[in-house]
């Protein structure tokens, strides 16, 4: 299956530990976007990322949160000292170089904070 | 800003036809996109319109008014399966960030 992958599915993590999130994105494409999904809401999106460039991380909150897409490996999404509002499905989509704009997403890691 | 409106839920019958509408306001508008979400899973992409007029995929239509900044997704001979959540999402200028409505529930009945 040449889909997104995400890992890992399932995350708990008690209040004050670091949370790392990890998408592959799917073969050929280069673009990365994180989403964030609170219970009952919307999917809210977070950052754009190309391979070792962040394009637009107009919605990640200003502390505790980071992202990267290196140039080998997947793209990690970090949460810092996590509180239980932090407590969301977070889901990766990828796209294609150019302007095809189809996002695929992958199928998300379900972030519990005890 | 952005505002994307849907109805919160609808219920319709196996094998009828459904319209779910999307509504939105935004500048700079460059696509607006359907997905289908089932609970616990990923949105899985249904359509994309970025030109006004109706787009065909098989049981999925999707229509597109920019003027009256107008979408809705036409979902026909509905099957049980078809139980999920339907996202509007809306593309706004040159980059590739969506903006998401909370989603219409369709649950489909016997």
């Known amino acids: 299956n040449a889909g997104v992958m995400q890992n890992p599915r399932h995350l708990v993590r008690r209040r004050g530990q670091e949370a790392r999130l990890r998408c592959s994105p799917m073969k050929g494409h280069s673009h990365v976007y994180w989403y964030r999904q609170l219970p009952e809401e919307g999917l809210k999106f977070m950052v754009y990322l190309q391979k070792e460039n962040i394009i637009d991380e107009s919605g990640m909150p200003k502390e505790r949160f980071s992202a990267e897409f290196p140039k080998e490996g997947p793209s990690i999404l970090r949460i810092q000292q996590v509180v239980r509002g932090d407590s969301a499905a977070y889901f990766c989509?990828?796209?294609?170089?150019?302007?095809?704009?189809?996002?695929?997403f992958g199928p998300g890691t379900r972030l519990t904070v005890t | 800003g952005q505002n994307i409106d849907q109805p919160t839920e609808m219920t319709a019958t196996e094998g009828a036809i459904v319209q779910i509408n999307c509504t939105y306001q935004?500048?700079?508008?460059?696509?607006l996109f359907w997905y289908q979400q089932h609970a616990g899973e990923a949105p899985t992409f249904l359509s994309y319109?970025?030109?006004?007029g109706l787009e065909e995929k098989g049981r999925f239509s999707s229509f597109l008014s920019r003027s009256k900044g107008y979408s809705y997704l036409l979902l026909k001979e509905l099957q049980m399966k078809d139980s999920a959540s339907y996202l509007c999402?809306?593309?706004?200028?040159?980059?590739?960030?969506?903006?998401f409505g909370t989603g219409t529930q369709l649950k489909v009945e016997l």
């Open positions: 999402a809306v593309r706004r200028g040159g980059g590739n960030k969506l903006t």
């Open positions: 935004t500048s700079g508008f460059n696509g």
């Open positions: 319109n970025v030109l006004d």
């Open positions: 989509a990828s796209s294609r170089e150019g302007d095809l704009p189809e996002q695929y």
